[in-house]
Structure formats: C-alpha cells, structure tokens
C-alpha cells in the first residue's frame, strides 16, 4: 500500500515562529503536493513539486516556502508563522501521469497562537 | 481556468436512502474527474475517477458515478446509504492538457440519520 506520512498530526506555535511541516512517500512518486484545507473552502493548493528539487506554486504560496532536497521527503516551511495560517494541512504524492489519483497523508493540524 | 462546483455544502439522508452529491465542472475539454472521500480526522482517499472508456464508474463502498459530457456534471451515487458513509466527500479534476494542477471543490459533508 503507498503511504504518506506527515510528521506530526497536530502542532501548536507561536506567532513568529518558524514552522517545519514534513512528509514523505514511499511509492517512489514524482509528484508531491501540500494542501490547506479550511471549512467552507475545501482544498487548496499551497505548492507542488514535480521533481527533486523543482517546485511550482500553487493557489495560495504567500507566506509559505518548500524543500525537495530527495524524492521522497517533501517539506512545508512557514517562515514567520501567523494566526490566520491556523489551518489543517494535507500532503499528497502521485505519479506525472494524469489519470493517476493523489494519495494524502493523514493531515497536521496547525494552531498558531 | 479549470473550476468545480460542489452543489451542497452539507447533505442529510436516511439509513437506506438514496444518496446524490452533485459535482459540475467548467472546462471546454473534458478533464479527468475523481472523486475523494475524508473520514474524520483522516487524510483524502479515493473513491473512484473517469479517465477514459465507459462513462458510468464504480468505485469502493457501493459509490458510482457518472460523467455526463452534455452537462458537464459528475455526479456522486449509493443507492442505499450506511452509516459508515457519513464523511466528507470532495470533487476534483485534473485538466486533460496544459499544466496539470488538481483543482478540488469545496466538499460535501454527508449525515446519515438513523
């Protein structure tokens, strides 16, 4: 079965704070994802990768940065941390090709205090 | 650009009843269509998708839907619905040209009541 396997299923920081999401893969999947996902506005795209060390912004990038450095590990950083990126944040991994679903994670719950 | 409405941000049926969950897509060609389902406090997992070939799907848990290209609709299906069904369930499509970017609609969360 593929997992993905974020870090830490809830987190709790503080404003300022410089925030480290991580997750990994182990279908050896080109691309890698991180959503935010809020009540009422479903599933939003932060970033994605498509390759080791590649990356692509997504819907809402702003005060959010990633890291590839391998093709499994796909981090979420948030560099000065804020109470309106209090959110749920799911990481998904799939092949290029687009008939191929995307397989999550079981999700961080981020509080920002 | 690529958008999926969710018609119904929340939908309550019967133990054994019908279950519907609308899905429309605005795309001038058709996109791949899948559909996900979140169980509490737990991470999407697929349901079933359209890709090619018959227009009618079946997927996990008794769910089907059907791509109708007219109504640019996907719509989500259980003819008799179970408790363990209640969840949440997103929409989403992957345009089938172009920059390929998931675009999710806003969910449905399902009630089930006894």
């Known amino acids: 079965d593929v997992k993905v396997t974020q870090s830490s299923r809830y987190l709790v920081k503080r404003t300022g704070e410089k925030v480290f999401l991580e997750c990994v893969q182990d279908?050896?999947?080109?691309?890698m994802f991180w959503y935010r996902q809020d009540p009422g506005l479903g599933l939003r795209l932060i970033y994605f990768s498509y390759d080791v060390k590649m990356k692509e912004k997504g819907d809402i990038p702003e005060g959010y940065s990633v890291s590839r450095e391998k093709k499994e590990r796909f981090s979420l950083i948030l560099e000065s941390a804020s109470t309106n990126q209090t959110s749920m944040y799911l990481c998904?991994?799939?092949?290029?090709?687009?008939?191929?679903?995307?397989?999550f994670g079981q999700g961080t719950r981020l509080t920002v205090v | 650009a690529q958008s999926v409405t969710q018609l119904g941000s929340h939908v309550s049926v019967s133990e054994g009843a019908l279950v519907l969950l609308r899905c429309n897509y605005s795309?001038?060609?058709?996109?791949?269509l899948f559909w996900y389902v979140q169980y509490p406090n737990q991470g999407l997992q697929l349901l079933l998708k359209y890709t090619t070939g018959a227009t009618l799907v079946k997927g996990i848990n008794g769910f089907e839907a059907e791509f109708k290209k007219s109504e640019t609709s996907f719509h989500l299906t259980k003819p008799s619905a179970h408790m363990s069904d209640a969840a949440e369930y997103f929409c989403?499509?992957?345009?089938?040209?172009?920059?390929?970017?998931?675009?999710f609609g806003i969910g449905t969360k399902l009630q089930v009541i006894p």
């Open positions: 998904a991994s799939s092949f290029p090709a687009r008939s191929t679903e995307a397989f």
């Open positions: 795309s001038s060609v058709p996109p791949y």
């Open positions: 279908m050896d999947h080109e691309n």
């Open positions: 989403a499509v992957i345009p089938s040209g172009g920059y390929q970017k998931v675009t």
